[in-house]
């Protein structure tokens, strides 16, 4: 069974660095991709940065530039390297990994959170 793990979240001042980090039970190369998302109080998860198994990484346009997406495959280990916070950077962030099997069905997984809190 796949689980994913969040951890790394916290408070910090505006303008500093955070990095989170997500583990997964099992190894990184069975995603078919990996990436972050965030949900602020009140507004709706949206996708923070992307890491395909193949291609290049994406990032929502409010984060370029600040904000490094990364795997550790030895470790497992996802991390999102967050620099230059600001007060709307604050939200709960969450790891998604996405299987997808040889028939192309696709099975969505997700951590539970892990909150991120910038203060101005």
């Known amino acids: 069974q796949v689980q994913l793990v969040e951890s790394g979240g916290g408070w910090v001042q505006t303008g500093g660095s955070l990095r989170i980090s997500c583990s997964t039970s099992v190894s990184m190369f069975s995603f078919h991709r990996m990436a972050w998302y965030r949900q602020a109080p009140g507004k709706e998860r949206e996708l923070v940065a992307v890491?395909?198994?193949?291609?290049?990484?994406i990032y929502e346009d409010s984060v370029k530039g600040r904000f490094t997406i990364s795997r550790d495959n030895p470790k497992n280990t996802m991390y999102l390297q967050m620099n230059n916070l600001k007060p709307e950077d604050t939200a709960v962030y969450y790891c998604?990994?996405?299987?997808?099997?040889?028939?192309?069905?696709?099975?969505?997984?997700w951590g539970k959170g892990t909150l991120v809190t910038v203060s101005s």
């Open positions: 998604n990994a996405v299987q997808e099997d040889v028939e192309g069905q696709v099975t969505d997984h």
């Open positions: 890491s395909p198994r193949y291609g290049s990484r």
